[in-house]
């Protein structure tokens, strides 16, 4: 792959109306401002990141982390990108690179919009409905690739179609994004029938075309599966978008457990300062001396280790430039690290899964949230195949005239039903649940 071609500020829906001249903004500027004003990026902040949204002490939701993580991908493509353009400076095209950090910067922001409501736990509990719960019935009136993409529900390809999808009423090319924005938010550019054990995938069938009218644009290798399923080489900004929201989501959690008193500060800073040589740890302990806030300490760590993080990644990136472009990289940015550096990140990641998504108050979420997706579901999937009925009517008029909950196909009625679903924050879908089941009503 060249970066002449992967770098393309040329819009979905718009490609007529491409001009390639710069203004006072970039293309790539555009689509970050543009999602930032969007209703769809807002809902994230009441969308449960880890923990249950807060009561007196705040954690991340799904709007803070994906900020954050924006954040953390623009200094880690700065420094991509910085030697880069020393290496092709010669190349008509270098001054393309200079826009790495605008790029990643938008899709950061995007990585999450389409995930459904109550965490990760909500799209185990929407895949599950059609594998094991009342949707396994419907399992015969949908092909081999319509079926895999309902029991492997993935909310990176519901943030694909989120942005791309014309909704009724809406423009074509949904959120007219750039080309270069959209694929670097595909972490798994190939279809549901691809998706394996660990039910991930890049896109729904419905989007099919669209990925690869952007990935043949952009010059993406392709592959070809067993079956001959759609498959493609990830961007190679999809590494560094990866690498960004790995280490918000595991140093950033370790900090939320810590306010909420699930792991004790001893623990914490033992785990943080493992990321360091000796010298440095007797620094950090020397500038945590003095302050006594046990919140502090943790901070003034997690932002050492995030910095060391992301100079890590950008020469773990830079040291395999060749093999991204080729296709042939594997594994993630943060395998790639030197090993002092990947034993620490390893250390967190056994905390977090000891201590803190097992814990209770996190458990608690993943069964509420599962019990009042699947009833969401069961409620309105019935209702789009059933529509003559008085109760299905009531309930349809509820869910806003963007979902095409009159489609022609049953795929596309059930389709409608899941937009709305994970389009919903966690406070909606639970005030649903509530009044589906009669606990709340209006006040009179």
Known sequence: MEWGRLINDKRLGLEDFHDPKR?????????????????????????????????SIFVHNRLTHSMEVASVGRSLANEISGELRVKYGGEPWCRKLEALDEIVGAACLAHDLGNPPFGHSGEKA?????????????????????????????????????????????????????YSMLASIVKYPYESRMAGRKSKFGFFTTEIDTFMKIADEL??????????EVCYVRHPLVYIVEAADDICYQV???????????????????????????????????????????????AYLRSCVIGTLVKQCATAFLNNEEAILKGEFEGTLLDHIDPLERDGYRRCSALAWDKIYRAGDVVDVELAGNRIISFLMEKLIHAVRYPELNYSSLLLSKVPQQYDIESSTLFGKIQAVLDHISGMTDVYALDLYRKLNGMSLPAV
């Not at 010059?219 to 001959?228: I, S, Y």
């Open 23 to 55: 203004g006072s903004r970039s293309d790539f500027q555009r689509d970050f401002d543009r999602l930032v004003f969007s209703s769809p990026f807002r809902r994230l902040q009441n969308k449960t990141q880890v923990f249950p949204l807060p009561g």
């Open 126 to 178: 929407i895949s599950t409905f059609f594998s094991e719960g009342a949707g396994r019935v419907l399992e015969p009136e949908f092909s081999a690739a319509q079926w895999a993409d309902l029991t492997h529900f993935e909310g990176n390809a519901n943030s694909f179609r989120l942005l791309t999808h014309q909704f009724r009423g809406r423009r074509a090319g949904g959120f007219a994004m750039t």
């Open 219 to 228: 010059g993406l290798l392709r592959r070809f599966g067993e079956e001959g």
């Open 252 to 298: 950033m959690d370790i900090e939320d457990a810590h306010k909420l008193k699930v792991i004790s500060t001893e623990m914490v800073i033992d785990t943080l300062l493992s990321f360091f040589e000796e010298d440095r740890r007797g620094q950090c302990r020397r500038v945590m001396s003095t302050v006594d806030d046990p919140n502090e300490k943790v």
